[in-house]
């Protein structure tokens, strides 16, 4: 019997750690992440799940939306979203529906309903999924181009250490970028990006990279990250931006 490979998202750390338990308890091969950004990338750059379980309500994109995204590239992915807040009737069509709080053995229950005609020998059709995945994680990243700014650390106050540039692709352990200038190889890099997504609607989100630089060829930049975290820019009472780490 193949091993599912399950995705929970939740930003409460307290729910997400004990769904993640209580799977992994059950043999699941569990990823979780507290943030849907941060899923997103993790989609991005592994095989494809066979099951996702997400909160509805968190900071940064809701649930529905978040595994309509992830439908794009694991299109054979069960759902499960989790609330104490919404309704089942309003949530996405196909997707399974477990409300807050719930004990561990109707959380067992509805994953493995939502499993079952996806849990398969190893041989056959069924494997199709994994291939494809296989296959995704070669060339699946995020194709973005944005703003890059970057600084090499404990430098930033020196002019001709700190630089811009455009990304090329983006996924959660590399970044391609084209920078103003070459880059040195094994040179470390605190790195900024303005995320294309607001918070509510209105606040900004940055996302911050810090990592080594392993490949270069003239100014296009390869960049190992060995961290990074989503922050939020909100604006004080003066005007002064404010940073929020929300990752």
């Not at 040179?187 to 607001?198: C, K, R, T, Y």
Request: charged share 20%.
């Amino acid at each position: 019997m193949a091993t599912a490979r399950v995705l929970v998202v939740d930003d409460e750390p307290a729910v997400l750690g004990w769904v993640s338990r209580a799977l992994s308890r059950k043999g699941y091969d569990v990823h979780a992440v507290s943030s849907p950004l941060e899923a997103l990338l993790l989609a991005h750059d592994t095989p494809c799940f066979d099951l996702v379980v997400s909160d509805v309500i968190m900071p940064e994109m809701c649930g529905p939306e978040l595994v309509k995204r992830i439908a794009q590239l694991c299109p054979t992915a069960a759902v499960i979203l989790m609330s104490g807040h919404i309704a089942a009737e309003t949530l996405p069509e196909g997707a399974a529906f477990i409300s807050k709080p719930f004990l561990a053995t109707d959380l067992y229950s509805i994953v493995e309903k939502a499993l079952d005609p996806r849990v398969c020998a190893t041989d056959g059709p069924a494997q199709q999924p994994r291939e494809v995945g296989a296959e995704r994680r070669t060339r699946g990243r995020f194709r973005l181009t944005l703003e890059v700014r970057y600084a090499v650390p404990g430098r930033r106050a020196q002019v001709q250490n700190t630089g811009s540039g455009r990304t090329i692709d983006l996924s959660s352990s590399g970044l391609c970028f084209t920078a103003d200038r070459a880059l040195v190889t094994g040179q470390e890099l605190d790195i900024s990006i303005d995320w294309p997504v607001l918070l509510d609607g209105s606040v900004k989100i940055q996302l911050n990279l810090w990592g080594v630089v392993v490949r270069t060829n003239g100014t296009a930049t390869a960049l190992e990250i060995q961290r990074h975290k989503f922050r939020t820019c909100r604006t004080g009472l003066e005007g002064v931006p404010q940073q929020e780490s929300i990752g």
